[in-house]
């Protein structure tokens, strides 16, 4: 259950195994969105560290939540009273708001552990990249036939229909469907920037500038074929 609210934690990823129920929550980062060039491997961990203790204090959620009901009541007022200045403390209000979201986090693992199941995050870089904690993860959720020796009997992993590639792990199959989802993940994004550039006016210029240096180049080109066909 969620500490702060009245419904459950929906987790990324959930399973069962021996009696312990294990619920993940996968979280991806890029050093491009940080102001601070941080290594990836210490922005992950800061998140992991986030992920199960928390952060802030119950003190600073109150604080900020207080915080928020004034501006947002101040907001409120300004714009009963249509007053000039209703728009901008309605943006303060909504910051104030995020501000107040942000503030305090519990954390999961001790929920977790409580009831007797287990936290764990699962840190990536924005190509794939598996973070400490995404390595720890993994082993939590192999398929029990990836620990015995090549010539130990026991069930192995078998992909069966759900892969077009051979594996001869569950690790293996695992890393490879991570790596193939980032990719479709990574050319749907750059279909939709595509997509969203080709509407600015400014793109539009551009491709037609582009067509018209193409279609001369392409002339002089001709030009010169022609030319050396002449001469030969």
Not at 41 to 67: F, P, Q, V, W, Y
Not at 142 to 160: N, V
Not at 224 to 230: E, P, W, Y
Request: net charge positive; hydrophobic share 40%; aromatic share 4%.
């Amino acid at each position: 259950m969620d500490p702060l609210g009245s419904g459950p934690v929906v987790p990324d990823l959930a399973w069962r195994r021996n009696g312990k129920t294990c619920g993940t929550d996968i979280h991806a980062h890029s050093c491009s969105d940080h102001a601070l060039a941080r290594p990836i491997a210490a922005l992950i961990e800061t998140h992991d560290r986030i992920k199960c203790e928390g952060r802030g204090s119950m003190e600073a959620l109150h604080r900020a939540a207080i915080n928020a009901v004034a501006a947002e009541a101040a907001a409120e007022a300004a714009r009963a009273a249509a007053q000039s200045n209703a728009n901008a403390l309605t943006n303060t209000a909504r910051l104030a708001r995020n501000q107040a979201e942000k503030v305090h986090h519990p954390g999961y693992s001790a929920c977790a552990v409580a009831t007797g199941n287990a936290f764990l995050p699962a840190g990536f870089s924005e190509f794939a990249g598996y973070g400490s904690s995404a390595k720890d993860m993994l082993k939590e959720i192999l398929h029990e036939g990836d620990s015995l020796e090549p010539d130990e009997e026991g069930e192995r992993f078998d992909g069966g229909a759900a892969a077009t590639w051979a594996t001869r792990s569950h690790r293996a199959f695992l890393t490879h469907s991570v790596a193939v989802a980032a990719a479709k993940a990574a050319y749907r994004a750059v279909v939709r920037e595509t997509d969203r550039r080709a509407q600015q006016p400014s793109a539009k210029k551009i491709a037609a500038d582009f067509r018209v240096v193409s279609a001369m180049d392409k002339a002089r080109r001709l030009k010169g074929q022609n030319t050396a066909m002449l001469n030969a």
